[in-house]
């Protein structure tokens, strides 16, 4: 597994710091994404909460202890709600039966979504996964430049890279 760079990392808690709305990121690196937020957490002392069906909301740094009465996304979404300090809620749409749950929730639990001064919204899914309601209303945090090019040194030259 290989990790993301620093300055992805540092772009993701910009960009998370900065959010005026929930937002979604659409990658094959959940597991990348995940160990990123965890070095964020540990690093910057940010509160960062990692969802999934089976424990409800879990503190990323310790993985110990779940939140209470956090087991479905609905439930999630209102403990947030309630928040009165910085904290940060992901939820990895990595398994079918999560992501199937986030599907279902999400359009219902629109007024659980807002963003402010103490509450920020990650959504994760697999860029393969078509999901209209994040794609239309969430913020999507892009890993990478799509206009940069990658060049790789070939024979003492630098050529345009195949992948």
Request: proline fraction near 2%.
């Amino acid at each position: 597994m290989s990790k993301l760079s620093l300055s992805i990392i540092n772009r993701i808690e910009k960009q998370i710091r900065d959010a005026s709305g929930f937002q979604y990121i659409s990658s094959d690196k959940s597991e990348q994404i995940i160990e990123a937020l965890r070095q964020i957490s540990v690093r910057s002392g940010m509160a960062i909460y990692i969802w999934s069906s089976d424990l409800g909301l879990v503190n990323i740094k310790s993985r110990q202890t779940p939140l209470p009465a956090t087991r479905s996304v609905l439930e999630a979404l209102k403990y947030a709600s309630k928040n009165h300090y910085f904290a940060v809620y992901v939820f990895p749409g990595n398994s079918s039966k999560d992501l199937l749950e986030i599907k279902s929730t999400l359009p219902k639990a629109i007024t659980y979504l807002k963003t402010n001064q103490n509450t920020r919204f990650l959504f994760l899914t697999d860029k393969n996964i078509q999901f209209n309601f994040l794609a239309t209303r969430a913020d999507e945090i892009i890993l990478h430049d799509q206009n940069t090019k990658r060049y790789k040194l070939r024979d003492g030259q630098w050529v345009l890279s195949d992948g």
